[in-house]
């Protein structure tokens, strides 16, 4: 995830400190990204101080510890110029665990098992389009509720994959055959 590129962003608008930029990230992201971790923010900010993107200076506090301002550089600038300037190739694909496990469920050849992995998958999903719906006509930014309608479309694209996958396996004659491979070389239902 491109967050180092997110915190640079969030400095070309001025100086600032972990514990304000944590709170504008979760601002400008809405709430279907999550709470940022500040541990993780800080293993960020100290990345990009080591690679000249952002500088930093201490401030004192009369009550408080010091607090560490961070600021963009000429090369930070850059950088989030570059970044900007080039497009988002799809991160994801099709590593992860859902698909490992329709595969799995394929190839056990037990129409019951796809059955079921098809249907708790679309269950989730479905609640899962519902919280974002909620959450899309609850957001009062108009940049969080594209976040919101970009999640939206691809949970509606995943549901879209549930019906290929059930008409390419369930209602395909023969689609359910076990593959012959040897026992160390193929995922297993019941692994």
């Given amino acids: 995830m491109p967050i180092h590129h997110a915190v640079l962003s969030l400095l070309s608008d001025g100086p600032s400190y972990g514990y304000e930029l944590k ?33 930093s200076q201490r401030q004192s506090q009369a009550v408080k510890p010091d607090r560490v301002m961070y600021e963009i550089t000429g090369e930070g600038r850059a950088e989030l110029g570059r970044w900007l300037g080039e ?22 050849a037990d129409r019951e098992v796809v059955l079921r992995v098809l249907g708790h998958q679309r269950a989730h ?12 006509r609850k957001a009062d930014d108009p940049v969080v509720r594209l976040l919101l309608s970009a999640a939206v479309r691809h949970v509606e694209a995943d549901l879209a994959f549930l019906d290929d996958a059930d008409r390419a396996l369930l209602q395909t004659e023969g689609a359910l055959t076990r593959p012959q491979t040897s026992r160390r070389g193929g995922l297993s239902a019941t692994a």
């Fill in 23 to 55: 709170g504008a990230f979760e601002s400008a992201v809405g709430p279907q990204w999550g709470p940022l971790n500040i541990g993780h923010l800080y293993q960020i900010l100290d990345r990009l101080s080591r690679d000249g993107l952002v500088q």
């Fill in 125 to 136: 999903l479905l609640r899962e389009l519902r919280n974002l719906d909620g959450l899309r």
């Fill in 87 to 108: 497009a988002s190739p799809r991160s994801g694909g099709f590593r992860d665990d859902f698909f490992l496990k329709l595969t799995a469920a394929a190839r056990s």
